[in-house]
């Protein structure tokens, strides 16, 4: 709060002094500049330091870890399948076939998530395509953004699908009652969990200490992260967009496709 403040007040104290102010708006429109090329650099070189992370992986664990990470990742994908499934059901119940014709309006929406592995680069479109697909503008702007914020459920399933993997990787065993309560732990901590590349592993390093798991262990995700990313991001999406589309239903605000 203090920061938005004093931002506030410096905005203004710049205005205020005139051609003077101009320096401090062209050093501060340079500095974006340099911040948006560092970017840049840095998303160029993302894809050598992932291939550098595999190859360290590999190295210590040998060719035998690619058979895991197979495994791991069409598990992961399967359960991901059950999940829509389990949506689309629950969405068929509230808004009937027209279930297909929502499916055909975020169509884009998803495979933007899916290609970018972040559901807040395809927010605008999606918001969009729930319009037009016949939801209330109004319930569209508040059920969205929110279901962003606390109703990620691609993202809790990848990070119950990582903690039980790095933990099976490390030859600790975890009882039923064990991952119930991981399972719980990550449903609070999941929560408020930004919708970009990799925030999920911030979250994962935080339980697997309060389970006693090594955080090393998440050395053993870099190298499959951006293709399980890829999966929790798109789900994200099609669940946000089942919910909101439930709500309106409930509000009797869902008309007919534009």
């Given at each position: 709060?203090?920061?938005?403040?004093?931002?506030?007040?410096?905005?203004?104290?710049?205005?205020?002094?005139?051609?003077?102010?101009?320096?401090?708006?062209?050093?501060?429109?340079?500095?974006?500049?340099?911040?948006?090329?560092?970017?840049?650099?840095?998303?160029?070189f993302?894809?050598?330091?992932?291939?550098?992370?595999?190859?360290?992986?590999?190295?210590?664990?040998?060719?035998?870890?690619?058979?895991?990470?197979?495994?791991?990742?069409?598990?992961?994908?399967?359960?991901?399948?059950?999940?829509?499934?389990?949506?689309?059901?629950?969405?068929?119940?509230?808004?009937?076939?027209?279930?297909?014709?929502?499916?055909?309006?975020?169509?884009?929406?998803?495979?933007?998530?899916?290609?970018t592995?972040?559901?807040?680069?395809?927010?605008?479109?999606?918001?969009?395509?729930?319009?037009?697909?016949?939801?209330?503008?109004?319930?569209?702007?508040?059920?969205?953004?929110?279901?962003?914020?606390?109703?990620?459920?691609?993202?809790?399933?990848?990070?119950s699908?990582?903690?039980?993997?790095?933990?099976?990787?490390?030859?600790?065993?975890?009882?039923?009652?064990?991952?119930?309560s991981?399972?719980?732990?990550?449903?609070?901590?999941?929560?408020?969990?930004?919708?970009?590349?990799?925030?999920?592993?911030?979250?994962?390093?935080?339980?697997?200490?309060?389970?006693?798991?090594?955080?090393?262990?998440?050395?053993?995700?870099?190298?499959?992260?951006?293709?399980?990313?890829?999966?929790?991001?798109?789900m994200?999406?099609?669940?946000?967009?089942?919910?909101?589309?439930?709500?309106?239903?409930?509000?009797?605000a869902?008309?007919?496709?534009?």
């Amino acid at each position: 709060m203090q920061v938005v403040i004093f931002s506030l007040f410096f905005g203004v104290a710049t205005a205020a002094i005139g051609e003077k102010g101009e320096i401090v708006v062209r050093a501060l429109d340079a500095m974006a500049h340099v911040i948006l090329k560092m970017t840049g650099f840095i998303m160029n070189f993302a894809p050598y330091a992932v291939f550098g992370a595999m190859t360290n992986v590999i190295g210590k664990q040998g060719l035998g870890i690619l058979k895991i990470y197979s495994r791991f990742i069409s598990e992961f994908y399967f359960g991901l399948l059950i999940l829509l499934l389990v949506l689309l059901v629950v969405a068929f119940l509230f808004i009937g076939q027209r279930v297909v014709v929502l499916l055909r309006h975020i169509k884009e929406p998803v495979l933007i998530s899916f290609s970018t592995s972040s559901s807040e680069a395809a927010f605008p479109k999606l918001l969009l395509e729930l319009e037009r697909f016949g939801c209330d503008n109004k319930i569209v702007s508040f059920v969205l953004p929110l279901g962003y914020s606390f109703n990620l459920d691609g993202s809790m399933m990848y990070m119950s699908f990582a903690s039980i993997f790095i933990a099976q990787c490390y030859g600790i065993h975890l009882d039923s009652g064990t991952q119930l309560s991981m399972l719980l732990t990550l449903m609070i901590t999941s929560k408020g969990i930004a919708g970009v590349p990799r925030a999920s592993l911030v979250v994962i390093a935080g339980t697997l200490a309060t389970f006693k798991i090594p955080e090393a262990g998440l050395a053993l995700l870099l190298g499959i992260d951006p293709l399980l990313d890829m999966g929790r991001s798109a789900m994200n999406t099609i669940g946000n967009s089942i919910a909101t589309a439930v709500v309106c239903k409930w509000e009797g605000a869902l008309k007919h496709a534009k």
